[in-house]
């Protein structure tokens, strides 16, 4: 097979059927050899049933439907793990990134030989200031910390080989921020500015933001584990060196330092470090939890595979 296109279904209704049609004028311009996998990642709404009609009316889509929301990463690592296409096309459903885009990103990828993925990068990022704040805070800060550095305002939409895929789904983090292990893999990229239109204000508020930088952070940096290491080691030699002050203050001067205001701040800044160290220690090890657990993501059900129909 010659191409896959993946995309995921949350709340997609309204959109399926507009997909769906573009898409396939897209891809049938390319090849007719190809696949479009559709995983409804535990959508509320009839995204399951819309794409369930398009599988029984053509055999190229495929359906994954997953028995819960496990949200919209591990929804896509499951698409692209049965993607079997030598190219594969990655895409949200919701329209925001034209399906139109098919084309242009196969030009570009087959303009040179080495190349093996094109993704897009919004030209300005959408919504309000504040939106756009936050956002491009979030990615200053991860990329100044981690020991991967990631293009702004990456999106899902991305044109990859069948060799860049397979190594992709070899990871099999539990707490993933796909966006990082995208640029893990390796191989060439290329990033290609695109405009995203704006459907829908963002699903991300600044509490789940905050979070998702979390998550990427510890993910993919060990600084917070060293930031900590080095500032016990300057409180220490600090505490150290004002302890001898105070014996030579009080061998050779017969000075002593009295006083519970600077002793109670002494306490207080260090269990403050304390907290810290122990809280930095903690995101680690709630990181460790998540992955030995190994739960897998459930695939209930699959439309379109032989032994499934």
């Given at each position: 097979?010659?191409l896959?296109?993946?995309?995921t279904?949350?709340?997609?209704?309204?959109y399926?059927?507009?997909f769906?049609?573009?898409i396939s004028?897209?891809?049938q311009?390319?090849?007719?050899d190809?696949?479009i996998?559709?995983?409804d990642?535990g959508?509320?709404?009839?995204?399951l049933q819309?794409a369930?009609?398009l599988?029984?009316k053509?055999?190229k889509?495929?359906?994954?439907?997953?028995?819960?929301?496990?949200?919209?990463?591990?929804?896509?690592?499951?698409?692209?793990s049965h993607?079997?296409?030598?190219f594969v096309?990655?895409?949200?459903?919701?329209?925001?990134?034209e399906?139109?885009?098919l084309g242009?990103?196969?030009?570009?990828?087959?303009?040179?030989?080495e190349l093996?993925?094109?993704f897009?990068?919004?030209?300005?990022?959408?919504g309000?200031?504040f939106?756009?704040?936050t956002?491009g805070?979030?990615?200053?800060v991860?990329?100044k910390?981690a020991?991967?550095?990631i293009?702004?305002?990456p999106l899902?939409?991305?044109?990859?080989n069948?060799n860049?895929v397979?190594n992709l789904?070899?990871?099999?983090?539990k707490e993933?921020?796909?966006?990082?292990?995208f640029?893990?893999v390796?191989?060439k990229?290329?990033?290609?500015?695109?405009?995203k239109?704006s459907?829908?204000?963002t699903?991300?508020?600044l509490?789940?933001?905050i979070?998702?930088l979390?998550?990427?952070?510890?993910?993919?940096?060990s600084?917070?584990l060293?930031l900590?290491f080095?500032?016990?080691?300057i409180?220490?030699s600090?505490?150290?060196?004002?302890g001898?002050?105070?014996?030579?203050?009080k061998?050779?001067?017969?000075?002593v330092?009295?006083?519970?205001?600077?002793?109670m701040?002494s306490?207080?800044?260090?269990?403050g470090?304390l907290?810290?160290t122990i809280?930095?220690?903690?995101?680690?090890?709630s990181?460790?939890?998540?992955?030995?657990?190994n739960?897998?993501?459930?695939?209930?059900?699959?439309?379109?595979?032989?032994?499934?129909e």
């Amino acid at each position: 097979m010659e191409l896959s296109i993946v995309t995921t279904l949350y709340k997609s209704s309204p959109y399926i059927d507009e997909f769906y049609a573009r898409i396939s004028k897209e891809a049938q311009k390319i090849t007719d050899d190809y696949e479009i996998i559709f995983v409804d990642d535990g959508s509320p709404d009839d995204s399951l049933q819309k794409a369930v009609e398009l599988y029984e009316k053509d055999s190229k889509v495929k359906v994954i439907e997953l028995s819960r929301n496990f949200g919209h990463h591990k929804a896509i690592m499951t698409g692209l793990s049965h993607a079997k296409g030598e190219f594969v096309f990655l895409i949200d459903s919701d329209l925001e990134e034209e399906p139109e885009l098919l084309g242009k990103f196969w030009e570009e990828l087959h303009k040179e030989k080495e190349l093996d993925v094109v993704f897009g990068v919004q030209e300005s990022r959408k919504g309000g200031w504040f939106e756009k704040f936050t956002g491009g805070l979030f990615w200053k800060v991860f990329n100044k910390l981690a020991h991967v550095k990631i293009s702004e305002n990456p999106l899902t939409v991305r044109l990859m080989n069948k060799n860049y895929v397979t190594n992709l789904v070899k990871f099999k983090e539990k707490e993933l921020f796909l966006a990082g292990v995208f640029e893990l893999v390796g191989f060439k990229q290329q990033a290609l500015p695109i405009y995203k239109s704006s459907k829908n204000s963002t699903t991300y508020n600044l509490i789940q933001k905050i979070k998702l930088l979390n998550n990427a952070v510890v993910s993919f940096s060990s600084f917070p584990l060293y930031l900590s290491f080095y500032m016990g080691v300057i409180i220490s030699s600090f505490s150290f060196v004002y302890g001898i002050y105070l014996v030579i203050n009080k061998l050779l001067f017969g000075i002593v330092s009295s006083g519970w205001t600077s002793l109670m701040v002494s306490i207080w800044f260090l269990c403050g470090v304390l907290f810290l160290t122990i809280g930095i220690l903690g995101l680690y090890i709630s990181k460790i939890f998540q992955e030995v657990k190994n739960r897998p993501i459930v695939e209930k059900r699959i439309y379109g595979e032989h032994n499934n129909e």
